[in-house]
């Protein structure tokens, strides 16, 4: 349970504002994992590796995609209230198939 | 040509090299990183009074400073109107604080991957929805 400058962050209220998320884009979005950790300043952070499916995956969609996800993460999971940095990462189905990095499966 | 439009195109060069490799595409993400870097620089020094003074106060900035300011700026605007200022303020300070850790991991860490798709999300994604309008 990660101590930040807020208090302890619960996982599971994570996880669960995780789910709400991936059914909320269930059209666009395969899966999303994350993890605690540090930013380059210190500061505690969460990173989230969101999986798109490949058709939203064009340059051209996942600008919106990515702004749209990542805002709604940060709302459900309470990423400021919580004292977290959030931090986003986006790949595609297809490049996870290739990759194969548990990281993100 | 400004600086950061420079950048941005040696961000790109790297990213078409024929055979992509760590040290090419790592490059890519850092030189996007700056690019955004110098570009909020130039739009905040280039309407400065004094033309002379432009260059001392552009070594002025600083990325710990600009991220904290990001980190503000992202959390007054997140839920801003879309197409209103603060939403553009918003995607300014948002991706800022995204490219900056990019270019972190890009730079020094060693524990990841970083794929072809990645690095250009980096440059597409972050740095030209942040081009003035």
Known sequence: MP?????????????SAVQRVETRFAQQVDH?????????TGAPSIFFRVVVHDEASQIDRLGELAEQVSISLMNEAKTDENGLRAYFDFRSVAEQAKLQEPAWA | MAFHHDLLDVARYLLEKESPTQATLR?????????LFHLLIHEACFNWARPEHRNNLARAFDHRQMLAASDRQQAKYKDAAENSTGKRLFKVAFNFVQLQQKREFADYDYGIELSLDQARVAIDVFVYRVEPQ
């Open chain 1, 32 to 40: 999303i994992n994350f993890s605690f950790g540090e930013d380059w």
């Open chain 1, 3 to 15: 101590l930040t400058p807020t208090g302890f962050v619960h996982p599971q209220e994570i996880k």
């Open chain 2, 27 to 35: 490059r890519a993400v850092s030189t996007a990183y700056y690019a």
